[in-house]
Each structure stands twice: as structure tokens, then as C-alpha cells.
């Protein structure tokens, strides 16, 4: 039987590769999956629980919330994932991702979305965002119906704003973006993630 297994790339089994999984329930998690091969890491497709073994890294993709949400819940991810999390899983969500980390989902991090914060379709919109402590110059993000943070929490730092409304934000190796960045050529938020989850795994004890 075919297994999602068989979507993991050779990447992996380089030894200074690192495995990322992509939540792969719904959503844009192909265009994610292409950066991050660019990138030279390995990529699993995460779908249910036993996918999540062995991962460094997770990405959280833009789609519909309510639907992750769901085929999370069916599938019994959130303690896993959560698990993971405590044990220093790097994550970076975006857009829907964004809302999939908040208190009010997976509760990954200490912040409270706005779903749809900008308005609907029509109110979609690019720019160029100044990212503290992002070197390299503003960040293009691609804003799709997209959530802002509403509140958080003190251990959370903001990192962008449009309009005074928080879009991008950190809590330990967690990194919540309201936007999408895997729409356009600029993979340094990918590269942050691959950095966390290289110097993870590098901390974790072998077995
Ligand atoms: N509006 C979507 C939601 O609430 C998020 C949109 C996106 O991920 N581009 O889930």
C-alpha cells in the first residue's frame, strides 16, 4: 500500500537535510512543499499522526481554518502536535496557519486571531512589510483574506504591522504570519524555519 510516506523526498535522507512536515489537510501546502525543496529540505505531507514522525520542522498552510480544523480534529492531531510543540517543534503557520496557532485552535501560541480581519476577498492586497529582525530589507507579502492578531500575549513579540494591526508575530520558534510569502520568490521565512529545525534536531537527543 502506498503510504503518504512515499511524498518525502530523497532530501531527507541527506545528512545535513532536514525533515519539514506540511500540514496537508486542506490548503496551499504544495506551494510551501516547493520552497522548501528549493530549499533543499526534506518534505513530508502530514495527514495523520504517525506522519508527524521524525519531523524537525512543521509548516501550517494558508487554506480555510474551519475545514483544518476539522480534519485535524478527525484525525486526532491536536495533542500530538501540541506535544511536539513543548518539546520545541519549530512552526511557521500562515494565514489560516496563522489562526490555526491561536488559543482559540491549536493553542500553540498565545495570541487570539481575527479571522478575515481586512475584509473579504476583495479586500486582498500586497506590500512590503518591515520584519523585525528579518535581515535583508522589507518582506512582500501576499495578504489573502486575511487574519490580523487581535490580542497576545506577553511572551509574544510582534514583528510586523499593517495599519497598527499586528500580522506577523514570534513566540519561542513559533512564527505566525497573517500573509503569504510561498506565493513569491522570497523564501527567508522558510530559511528561518529550516534554521530552527536544523539547530533542533542538532539539540535533540539521539537515539
Ligand atoms: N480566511 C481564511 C480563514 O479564515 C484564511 C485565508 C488564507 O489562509 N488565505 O481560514
Known amino acids: 500500500m502506498l503510504s ?3 511524498t518525502e523526498d530523497a532530501g531527507s535522507r541527506r545528512p545535513s537535510g532536514v525533515l519539514i ?7 496551499d ?4 512543499e516547493r520552497v522548501l525543496r528549493r530549499l533543499g529540505a526534506g518534505v513530508r ?12 520542522g512543521l509548516v501550517i498552510p494558508g487554506g480555510e481554518s474551519t475545514t483544518m480544523m476539522f480534519g485535524v480534529q478527525r484525525e486526532g492531531l491536536a495533542e500530538p502536535l501540541r506535544e511536539l510543540v513543548a518539546g520545541g517543534l519549530p512552526v511557521l503557520g500562515s494565514c ?3 489562526i490555526m496557532l491561536d488559543c482559540a485552535h491549536l493553542g500553540l501560541m498565545d495570541i487570539r486571531a481575527q479571522r478575515n480581519a481586512f475584509g473579504r476577498q476583495i479586500k486582498s492586497f500586497e506590500t512590503d512589510l ?3 529582525g528579518l535581515p535583508g530589507g ?10 490580523w492578531i487581535a490580542e497576545h500575549g506577553d511572551g509574544v513579540e510582534i514583528l510586523a504591522e499593517v495599519d497598527g494591526h499586528p500580522v506577523a508575530a514570534r513566540e519561542g520558534r513559533l512564527l505566525a504570519v497573517a500573509f503569504h ?4 520568490e522570497d523564501d527567508r521565512l522558510h530559511v528561518l524555519l529550516l534554521e530552527w529545525a536544523q539547530s533542533a534536531s542538532a539539540q535533540a537527543p539521539r537515539g
Do not use: K, Y
Not at 501546502?29 to 510551501?32: D, L, S, V
Not at 502530514?46 to 521524525?54: E, Q, S
Open 4 to 6: 503518504t510516506r512515499a
Open 21 to 27: 512536515g506540511v500540514l496537508a489537510l486542506q490548503g
Open 29 to 32: 501546502f504544495e506551494a510551501h
Open 45 to 56: 505531507e502530514v495527514r495523520v499522526i504517525d506522519d508527524l514522525d521524525g519531523i524537525a
Open 96 to 98: 489560516a496557519g496563522l
Open 130 to 132: 518591515d520584519v523585525a
Open 138 to 147: 522589507p518582506l512582500h507579502g501576499v495578504f489573502i483574506r486575511a487574519p
Open 181 to 184: 510569502t510561498e506565493l513569491t
